[in-house]
Each structure stands twice: as C-alpha cells, then as structure tokens.
T-cell receptor
Framework: EDQVTQSPEALRLQEGESSSLNCSYT??????LFWYRQDPGKGPEFLFT?????EEKEKERLKATLTKKESFLHITAPKPEDSATYLCAASGSNYQLIWGAGTKLIIKP | NAGVTQTPKFRVLKTGQSMTLLCAQDMNHEYMYWYRQDPGMGLRLIHYSVGEGTTAKGEVPDGYNVSRLKKQNFLLGLESAAPSQTSVYFC???????????????FGPGTRLTVT
C-alpha cells in the first residue's frame, strides 16, 4: 500500500537554528515528490517538486533532497516567518497524490 | 489571476441539511480535485476530475457528489450532512501532464464546514 510518513509531528527551533524535516515514502512508480507549506487558515502553497533520487532544489533558506526512500527538507538559519506546517506528498503511477500528515514548524525569535 | 477560489469560506449545517461548495480556477487547468483535511491526518482525496464533464471517486467519496459542467468550475455537494463531514475542504487544480511526470497542484483557501 502506498504511504507517506512525515517526522517529527512538530519541531520547535530557535531563530537561526538549522534542522531537517523528514518524509518517508512507499510509493510504486514515483512520478514526483512534492513539498508544500501551509499557514494557519490557508491552503497549501507549493514549494518544490523532486523527480529522481539525488535531485536537490533550493529556495531561500529551504533545500529539498530526495533518495529512493525518503526526502528531507533542510532549513538553514530559519526565521520566525518560516513557521508553518510543511506537507509532503508523493505521486505514484496513477498520478494521485498521497499526503503525509505534516510537520508543524515553530521558530522562536 | 485569482488562481483557485472557493465559496463559501465558512458554513455551519445541521445534520441532514444539504449544501454545495463551489470551486473556480482561472488557469485553464484540466485536472481538478476536492480534498478534506482533518487534524492529525494527511489530505484525503474525495473526488477528482480529469476534464470537463468527467468525474471520478477518490479515497473517501461516500456522502459526497461532484459535477464539472464547465472546465473552470468543480462543485462538491453534500446531500445529507453528517457530523463526520465536519472538516476543512480544499479544492485544487493542476495542468495536464504531457511529459510522463506529475505537475504540482494549486490549492484554494479552503472552506471550513461544521455539521452539528
């Protein structure tokens, strides 16, 4: 059964303290691994798509990486405005997205 | 471009009442989706559409119906609301995949529905 698991459920960091969020997936025929950001009361906002193991993408303080079993979202020197829930989703051979439950990131000033 | 819009933003229903949620997109996307989001769970697909006039069931379709009469609109209906349908509902759309890869989905702001 296709599955996406995110860890940790919540992560509290001090401003400037770098860390990583994990997304483990079991999806046959992976056609894309997606990262989204969701702010309270809003819809998910697209961040990255990764297609193959070894691929990396960066945007400001965020860098997403992909292996054959998991993806990491690295956050370097985070700021309070990076606080949000980060969602991971994988697209399999039927193109439907399988979503993780998300990691709630809190950055304290 | 407004992107993906949803109407209404909030709604409270009594058990057994019916309602329709409207999703509209102005990006000329072929694919449209309805999800529900509940605390501690990932987004779950209710129904989706791969083009005007087509609909298909997702992971949790029971108790919901959909229609896609126009390419830009995707309607989600609840015929007889139940407390278990209390949730936040999101609509999303994406472009047609012509390369064998999967394009990202773009989401609306959500509708918060409470059924008492």
């Amino acid at each position: 059964e296709d599955q996406v698991t995110q860890s940790p459920e919540a992560l509290r960091l001090q401003e400037g303290e770098s860390s990583s969020l994990n997304c483990s997936y079991t999806v046959s025929g992976l056609r894309g691994l997606f990262w989204y950001r969701q702010d309270p009361g809003k819809g998910p906002e697209f961040l990255f798509t990764l297609y193959s193991a070894g691929e990396e993408k960066e945007k400001e303080r965020l860098k997403a990486t992909l292996t054959k079993k998991e993806s990491f979202l690295h956050i370097t020197a985070p700021k309070p405005e990076d606080s949000a829930t980060y969602l991971c989703a994988a697209s399999g051979s039927n193109y439907q997205l399988i979503w993780g439950a998300g990691t709630k990131l809190i950055i304290k000033p | 471009n407004a992107g993906v819009t949803q109407t209404p933003k909030f709604r409270v229903l009594k058990t057994g009442q019916s309602m329709t949620l409207l999703c509209a997109q102005d990006m000329n996307h072929e694919y449209m989706y309805w999800y529900r989001q509940d605390p501690g769970m990932g987004l779950r697909l209710i129904h989706y559409s791969v083009g005007e006039g087509t609909t298909a069931k997702g992971e949790v379709p029971d108790g919901y119906n959909v229609s896609r009469l126009k390419k830009q609109n995707f309607l989600l209906g609840l015929e007889s609301a139940a407390p278990s349908q209390t949730s936040v509902y999101f609509c999303a759309s994406r472009d047609l995949d012509g390369r064998g890869y999967s394009y990202e989905q773009y989401f609306g702001p959500g509708t918060r529905l409470t059924v008492t």
